[in-house]
């Protein structure tokens, strides 16, 4: 019942920034355990970043000391703040909510950076 949507995607060029965000229904569902997945045409979906219920963060090591995952409970929304951004970023970036081991998936956002 819950709902995760993406937004922030775009065309960018290697070194240039994004913001994405997701917004969730439900009062205070950005307080769950959360993460951010990325998949490129043609590979698996992988891990990014999360942030867990008590605000800790992790992020893969591929994005590092790039990209930060953060939260904002009042707007029910969390972020991904992605800096320097290169070419092997492009990807479709889906955002993941878990409540109570309930996983729900956003649709996902476009992010293409063009060299």
């Known amino acids: 019942q819950v709902q995760l949507v993406e937004s922030g995607g775009g065309l960018v060029q290697v070194g240039g920034s994004l913001r994405l965000s997701c917004a969730a229904s439900g009062s205070d569902y950005s307080t769950n355990i959360m993460a951010w997945y990325r998949q490129a045409p043609g590979k698996e979906r992988e891990w990014v970043a999360g942030?867990?219920?008590?605000?800790?963060?992790y992020s893969a090591e591929s994005v590092k000391d790039r990209f930060t995952i953060s939260r904002d409970s009042a707007k029910n929304t969390v972020y991904l703040q992605m800096n320097n951004l290169k070419a092997e970023d492009t990807a479709v970036y889906y955002c993941?909510?878990?409540?109570?081991?309930?996983?729900?998936w956003g649709q996902g956002t476009q992010v293409t950076v063009s060299s």
């Open positions: 993941m909510g878990n409540r109570g081991g309930i996983i729900v």
């Open positions: 942030i867990n219920n008590n605000g800790l963060t």
